[in-house]
């Protein structure tokens, strides 16, 4: 089965810098790649995705890209300001398969004021 | 944040007991999602349907049972042979068909087994 690993576990960064996001997937046949960003206590909502078509997409402060022949996705967050901070995860699957999400274990982004 | 709940937010079992978590979706969606989220971890997939009447096990199917009798609902029940219930269950759903199979996730429970 799929195996997405998820780095850092926990990421501090000044308000205004940029964070990222890095996260490996094992299964080549995956091609839908989500982000999720969950606040304490929330659910997870989903805040970018790429599929395997595309090496590359922006929506304001946040990108993702991917590089499919190293089986490794991030997520790019620039600007970043305090409700940015929550943990993100990283998710893999097979697109129209709908045979459920692998997550990675989260990121704690913290932005220090 | 309307679309997909899941009731009751918080419960409370007693262990050997058998509990059934509900989970109800009006965007008419396709296939539904089981995931338990335990602290410091990411979600892991219990169960999923992609049509009524039929569902696949995930990764840790053990110690739970679901059913997909209307498309608009998935129940979740968590058995007395689940060792460590005591989690945050969140259900999701998704369309099959289009450009992506994006999930939307309900609220949540808390499970606690006393």
């Known amino acids: 089965g799929e195996n997405v690993e998820q780095h850092p576990s926990t990421l501090s960064v000044q308000e205004g810098d940029s964070a990222v996001i890095k996260c490996t997937y094992s299964?080549?046949?995956?091609?839908?790649f989500p982000w999720y960003k969950q606040e304490l206590g929330k659910r997870p909502q989903l805040i970018i995705d790429?599929?395997?078509?595309?090496g590359e997409k922006k929506d304001q402060r946040i990108a993702v890209t991917l590089n499919k022949t190293a089986k490794h996705f991030s997520l790019h967050i620039t600007e970043t300001q305090p409700e940015d901070s929550a943990v993100y995860f990283c998710a893999a699957s097979r697109v129209l398969g709908a045979d459920g999400l692998t997550f990675g274990k989260g990121t704690h982004l913290i932005i220090q004021p | 944040d309307g679309g997909i709940t899941q009731s009751p937010k918080y419960l409370f079992r007693k262990e050997g007991q058998n509990v059934t978590l509900s989970c109800e979706q009006n965007l008419n969606h396709d296939a539904m999602y089981w995931y338990r989220q335990d602290p410091g971890q990411g979600l892991r997939l219990i169960y999923y349907s992609q049509i009524v009447n039929d569902f696949q096990k995930g990764d840790i199917a053990e110690g739970y049972s679901v059913s997909r009798e209307k498309k608009e609902s998935f129940p979740l029940t968590v058995t007395s042979a689940q060792k460590n219930p005591t989690a945050f269950y969140l259900c999701?759903?998704?369309?099959?068909?289009?450009?992506?199979?994006?999930?939307?996730f309900g609220p949540g429970t808390r499970l606690t087994v006393l």
């Open positions: 299964d080549s046949a995956s091609n839908y």
């Open positions: 999701a759903s998704s369309t099959l068909a289009g450009a992506g199979n994006e999930q939307f």
């Open positions: 790429i599929r395997s078509n595309v």
